[in-house]
């Protein structure tokens, strides 16, 4: 069975991904400290006999290579998927030197530097970024928020990161990015979910499903490579 890595598989979007993934794949998944959620995970009898790893990493810390050789002792994935990131809405008058190589450090070098090495290891198979629409669309892309310098920062260099290593890898390995709309977050406020969904034209929530058929596609997809795709119900 192929071998999939999820980083960031305890997020928002990450965790609901994980059931989906475990149909086809054997997991490693990352997570950084939410260990009653991975524990939750773990309580699905498909995930628990899917699973080929565990790691767990604070990318913030450094040593990404060390990471990537945590990885790459369950095996080398056939799929990688980068989602693990921290997202920040800090005032403008309050953002911080810290702050900006904080986020550059979780968001952008980090799950650049891991599709790199991992993706030179690779015999084949697909490097996903995961992301928000920020990435793609600029900072006023959601209704309701109003994300810090720093990261958007953080995410607009994606773009160019997946351009870059698409081209690298290449024919060995393709490289995407998916940039993802909003997603149902029963922690956020009432008022900004109702929101949320009336700024959406198709009046719905990107549902982690569609997430998954999108990652599959572009699995299955010979050509698909170094291009962001977007699914977000037309924000």
Known sequence: MRLALLTGSTGVLGRRLVPYLAQGYRLVLHYRKSEDVLKALLEDPLVRRSLAGVVKWDFSEGDLEGFVGEVLRIGVPDLVILSA???????LERVSEALFEYLARVNLVAPSYIALRLGMKMDGGLVVFLTDMIATSGHEVYVGIKPSLPYVASRGGLQHVVRYLAKELAPRVRVVGIAVGWVDNPRASKELREAALRSVPTKA?????????LIELAVNTPSLNGVFLTISGGI
Not at 85 to 91: H, V
Not at 205 to 213: A, C, N, S, T
């Open 85 to 91: 990131s921290y997202y920040d809405s800090t005032p």
């Open 205 to 213: 929530f990107v549902d982690p499903g569609e997430v998954y058929q």
